[in-house]
């Protein structure tokens, strides 16, 4: 017999721990259960950059935090779970941290066996453990501490259990206090009252592993002081007691970093930023998105059409971007013909991105010019051909003509198509210009002409409150003459020598 139509099978929930802010820390699991989410229910702590392994049309809906008006009490989070479970719905209840280390995660756990819910628990790195390896704080020592205890700051009112102090100032190792900012006089006080002495070591660590990461070390008796108000210090935040916590400052390698707190806004095309950003972040900085220009196929193929149709009549083929090989490699392959169709050519890349994004299919760049621009790759070509030869450009649509001026007034013959449009993004997102307006955003990089001019249209004069680092002296020079000079300039012209340029500024 079948099913009503009307009977509904309930879903699933996903209670995950998204870890203490870096998304590098997702788990492959808690990405895997993302990936099939059609709601996920997460926590403000929570890094966004985190929602993006969750479907597109996923409804992410977030239940708000400490210090938020729109917090929500923990029976609307457990019918929110509920109720789009019964839906038959797959829910990610997404938390910071681990869910079972002081997230509430019982409460929830009860709610949904009590509505014969299935559901499945993902572990997350908790705060501790973080910051024991992001602040340089062995919890464990073979010395000095040979266990350690993980403590609220903040219990129930008319806790049927109160901490025993008495117990926690003899505990033989570390401990971890959570969420005990706003309770530091009283912990602090209390271990002390009950024999801690006062000159125990304590290191605070405030969001831990974000780029904004803050790490405080003083006495046990201090504590109340260096974190009271609460605004000095505010939460999430954890505190570290115990010998370990006097350890030097040398083992806080993600402190650091060259780059640790500087906030860079990277202006690459959205599908070009991530390896960019990920260099950035790698090397400590606070990583904002912006683009400035899009990339879209061009308006017309037939001249590029005509030209893949009639390979064998060039010596040389000439890409002047990353984006150019992909495109036309791309339309070489969806016109019926691959690769092969170029083993008489030889190929001419501008840079190494670009010889990178040529072996990407499997081709070696003939000719890379020992300097990354256009001028030199024009006077190598035209200096190493010394007969007339056929030269194809693969150019965007638009762009400097030194390429085919060079070439042509050497005697070669030139064919120039475009393979792809860049256009001006017209407005930035409204949370880039408030940061930028609050000075909080430290450098902008600009890495072509063409964002230059998008990013002076976009911004106007609130790109003098940050500093603009250029990738090349043409770009320097197109800066300079909308009148914004750079502060850094690359002297290798790749991302990895613009990042080398706000090392050294």
Same mark, same amino acid.
């Given at each position: ?340 169709? *170029?083993?008489?050519?030889? +190929? @001419?890349? %501008?840079? $190494?991105? !670009?010889? /990178?994004? &040529? ?103 609130? *790109?003098?409150?940050?500093? +603009? @680092?250029? %990738?090349? $002296?043409? !770009?320097? /020079?197109? &800066? ?26």
């Amino acid at each position: 017999m079948l099913e009503s139509s009307s009977t509904q099978l309930p879903g699933k929930v996903y209670l995950v721990g998204a870890g203490p802010g870096d998304p590098g820390l997702l788990t492959l699991r808690a990405q895997q259960c993302l990936a099939h989410a059609d709601v996920v229910l997460y926590d403000y702590l929570v890094n966004v950059r985190i929602l993006r392994h969750a479907p597109p049309n996923a409804e992410l809906v977030c239940s708000g935090g400490h210090g938020r008006h729109n917090k929500w009490p923990q029976p609307k989070i457990n019918q929110r779970m509920i109720d789009e479970a019964l839906a038959g719905k797959c829910v990610v209840r997404l938390k910071s941290g681990d869910p079972i280390i002081f997230g509430r995660a019982a409460e929830e756990f009860d709610a949904l066996i009590a509505n014969q819910i299935p559901f499945e628990v993902i572990p997350g790195i908790t705060a501790a453990l973080a910051a024991g390896s992001y602040a340089g704080l062995p919890l464990t020592h073979r010395d000095s501490a040979s266990s350690v205890a993980f403590v609220t700051g903040h219990q129930q009112v008319n806790n049927p259990t109160p901490l025993d102090y008495q117990a926690l100032a003899q505990f033989p190792g570390t401990l971890v206090f959570y969420m005990g900012v706003t309770t530091a006089k009283t912990w602090s006080s209390e271990l002390i009252r009950h024999g801690l002495p006062a000159d125990t070591s304590v290191a605070l660590v405030r969001r831990c592993s974000w780029p904004d990461q803050q790490t405080i070390r003083c006495r046990l008796d201090e504590v109340a002081e260096r974190v009271t108000p609460y605004q000095k210090f505010p939460p999430p935040a954890i505190a570290v007691v115990g010998p370990i916590a006097d350890m030097g400052e040398s083992l806080n390698w993600f402190q650091n970093r060259p780059l640790f707190g500087q906030t860079i806004l990277v202006t690459r095309p959205e599908h070009q930023a991530d390896a960019f950003a990920d260099e950035l972040e790698a090397a400590g900085a606070e990583v904002l998105l912006q683009p400035a220009i899009r990339i879209d196929p061009p308006d017309d193929w037939s001249k590029v059409d005509q030209a893949i149709q009639q390979l064998e009549i060039y010596d040389w083929i000439v890409f002047s971007s990353a984006n150019g090989v992909r495109s036309f490699l791309d339309r070489l392959w969806q016109s019926g013909r691959d690769i092969r169709q *170029l083993q008489h050519v030889q +190929l @001419a890349a %501008i840079g $190494p991105a !670009t010889a /990178a994004a &040529l072996e990407a299919f499997h081709l070696r760049a003939d000719l890379v010019p020992n300097k990354f621009e256009a001028e030199t790759l024009a006077q190598q070509l035209a200096i190493d051909n010394h007969t007339a030869q056929s030269f194809l450009l693969i150019r965007a649509s638009r762009g400097r003509e030194v390429l085919a001026e060079t070439l042509s007034a050497n005697g070669h013959w030139v064919t120039q198509v475009v393979v792809y449009r860049s256009t001006d993004v017209e407005a930035p997102d409204a949370e880039i210009l408030e940061r930028l307006r609050n000075d909080s955003i430290n450098w902008v990089t600009v890495t072509s002409s063409a964002i230059a001019r998008s990013l002076v249209h976009m911004f106007g004069p609130e *790109l003098k409150r940050t500093k +603009l @680092a250029s %990738i090349s $002296p043409i !770009t320097s /020079a197109t &800066l300079r003459e909308l009148g914004y000079a750079p502060h850094a300039e690359a002297s290798e012209y790749t991302m990895p020598g613009v990042i080398e340029a706000i090392r050294k500024t």
